[in-house]
């Protein structure tokens, strides 16, 4: 609470700066179409999406600070507030809506509208900020000291390194440079393999991680605790699960795989990896799900508090004494926009959900909102497991509507539009709570952010439509172009549950796992992440963990250089993390219009354990380097 109370943004409350302008309105619409563009194709293609904020606010800071040789930090934060809504409304389209293509393609329905796709996008949107917004207080404000926020407090730092200049400036966009040229070697000219797996001769187990420097950031970002909660889940299920599956169920047939095809066939085909996915994946599924229930449980009593000062503005009293940098959207609008939200999914043909599942889509959009903002704020929304959450939904949302007699394609259709909207929902409010965390250390005006978002999702909203049918147009949903892993999965759990042969065994083994993890104190939520995404990925991050560990735990070095060189590695991360967000985007362009980079040279998994080393030594270089006088 003392934090708090003694925490004072870049900008003064009482001080007026240029904010929302035509310029960066107009420069965040384009960068949320181009970005929610870029961003579906690349989720589409490999199951992951990159964070835009920081690339947003680098190129915001390109062209109104060297361009128009202007100077306003909180111009250039309005422009990442509303270009990175598109990226997060693309996240949480393509984890859902592809099912509905595909369902199309097996003649069991016609294809989603481009209307249907833009209403169910602008609903999830929508009702993501406004959501966010009287939670804003409780997450933002009192846990400033407890949620870090990494994006969002790496994207302040980006935005006050350009603001500032000088060492913090070169350090962030060294960072970003070096990020830029690692990720075109991986991911560009493909000389170095993305993942480096080894695999074992008897054991069945998987140790790998990925090549890639934001996740190396991150890692440094949220810092050993969190990073080892993370690591400790996917090696619980690759050196753990995954074995004993292996080990005890060789000969058997276990859906979701293919029928006849047994857990021994599967590890032949694809080894480690096929069993996370067909059965790892729902045991994290469950353990997220319970771990977002016991999350909301212990916030209610902050969440409660938090709508109770919200409500006070209903009244009047608080709005005229409240200071620009403490001013949200005001209640009745929220609520009034909420309603009118659910009326639209209710009433609108184009939307096909009931009465019943537009009640759904406020419990579980709240619901999922709130555990989504808490989550980012201790993980980052690069691993934000929206799709953990989406399967969550799925399961509850087809189940009931099972019982009350909506089954076949109808049901199915059903269940996937209330988890689209709920998915989309969940993607905005985390990217909201990230932005508002940036604002909030730069001492933007909250309206102004939020009006923003709800500017950014509209546009992003109105062309996500036309980009998901120019992908099926193209190559068509579920083939090597365009895979659409997640959607893939919905759509199975879905089928198996309308079905009735849902795996429930793995999705209670999750249950129960989480629970037992929270009697003994240990934090669910990173371990259930740990589990749920591949061992790969958090490999890295722990990596990025242990190199902060090492920072922090120096013997004699003075305590303020300490925090100085922790704060340039920081910044440095913060660099990498942009870089690679600008190549990825770049990347996924190139992709769209057939442009290939690729060489035919590959250094093989010894080159990829050479550039880890190589990143690992420049974010050390870079966090000791002497401070220049």
């Not at 007026?16 to 960068?31: D, K, R």
């Not at 990173?526 to 991050?541: D, E, K, M, V």
Request: hydrophobic fraction near 55%; proline fraction near 4%; glycine fraction near 12%.
């Amino acid at each position: 609470m003392k934090d708090q109370e003694s925490f004072k943004p870049y900008i003064p409350a009482e001080k007026i700066t240029a904010e929302m302008t035509a310029t960066s309105v107009i420069m965040g619409i384009i960068l949320s179409v181009v970005f929610g563009a870029a961003n579906a194709y690349l989720g589409l293609r490999v199951g992951m999406t990159v964070s835009a904020s920081i690339p947003a606010a680098v190129i915001s800071m390109g062209v109104i600070r060297v361009l128009l040789k202007k100077n306003s930090i909180l111009e250039s934060n309005m422009v990442q507030t509303i270009g990175s809504a598109g990226e997060s409304l693309a996240a949480g389209a393509i984890f859902t809506m592809p099912a509905l293509f595909l369902w199309a393609k097996e003649g069991l329905c016609d294809k989603p509208s481009i209307l249907e796709i833009t209403l169910i996008a602008l609903c999830g949107g929508i009702l993501g900020v406004l959501f966010m917004v009287p939670l804003r207080n409780a997450l933002i404000v009192k846990e400033h000291a407890t949620l870090l926020y990494p994006e969002g407090t790496a994207c302040a730092d980006v935005l006050l390194a350009g603001e500032e200049g000088g060492a913090n400036a070169s350090t962030v966009f060294s960072g970003m440079g070096l990020a830029a040229i690692f990720k075109f070697i991986v991911d560009g000219l493909k000389m170095i393999p993305s993942d480096i797996a080894m695999a074992f001769s008897s054991f069945k187990g998987a140790l790998g991680m990925e090549v890639y420097p934001a996740l190396l950031g991150v890692g440094y970002i949220v810092g050993p605790k969190t990073a080892s909660y993370m690591f400790t889940g996917s090696l619980v299920g690759w050196m753990v699960i995954i074995p004993l599956i292996c080990l005890f169920g060789a000969n058997i047939s276990l859906y979701p795989a293919a029928a006849g095809t047994t857990i021994a066939d599967l590890y032949a085909a694809g080894g480690a990896d096929a069993i996370w996915s067909n059965y790892v994946k729902y045991i994290g599924a469950g353990a997220i799900a319970t771990g977002g229930i016991i999350s909301l449980i212990k916030s209610l009593p902050l969440i409660a508090s938090t709508f109770r000062d919200a409500m006070k503005s209903m009244k009047g009293g608080s709005a005229s004494g409240t200071s620009r940098t403490e001013k949200d959207l005001p209640m009745p609008f929220i609520l009034g926009g909420i309603l009118l939200i659910i009326l639209i999914i209710w009433l609108a043909p184009a939307i096909p959900v009931s009465p019943l599942g537009a009640l759904l889509i406020v419990i579980f959009g709240f619901f999922f909102s709130t555990v989504s903002a808490r989550m980012v704020g201790m993980i980052g929304s690069s691993n934000n497991p929206v799709s953990g959450m989406t399967i969550a939904t799925l399961l509850i949302a087809t189940m009931i509507l099972k019982a009350t007699g909506n089954v076949g394609i109808e049901g199915m259709i059903g269940s996937m539009a209330i988890a689209s909207v709920i998915c989309i929902c969940a993607a905005i409010a985390a990217d909201t709570s990230q932005d508002l965390k940036t604002g909030y250390l730069l001492g933007a005006t909250p309206v102004k952010q939020q009006i923003g978002e709800l500017i950014g999702v509209i546009a992003a909203g109105l062309a996500i439509g036309g980009v998901l049918y120019l992908l099926d147009s193209a190559w068509g949903y579920g083939g090597a172009e365009v895979p659409a892993p997640q959607a893939t999965l919905m759509k199975m759990i879905v089928e198996g549950i309308m079905g009735g042969n849902l795996p429930w065994n793995l999705v209670f083994t999750g249950v129960f796992l989480a629970i037992a993890l929270e009697v003994l104190r240990i934090p669910v939520m990173p371990f259930a992440i740990g589990l749920y995404l591949p061992i790969y990925l958090n490999t890295s991050i722990m990596i990025g963990g242990v190199v902060r560990w090492f920072m922090d735990s120096r013997k004699n070095v003075d305590a303020k250089l300490k925090e100085e060189q922790t704060t340039r590695g920081t910044l440095f991360c913060a660099g990498m993390i942009a870089g690679e967000g600008l190549v990825g985007i770049l990347l996924a362009v190139f992709a769209v219009f057939g442009i290939s980079t690729a060489l035919s040279i590959d250094l093989g998994n010894i080159g990829g354990v050479v550039l880890m080393i190589v990143m690992i030594a420049c974010l050390l270089a870079f966090s000791m380097k002497k401070k220049k006088n």
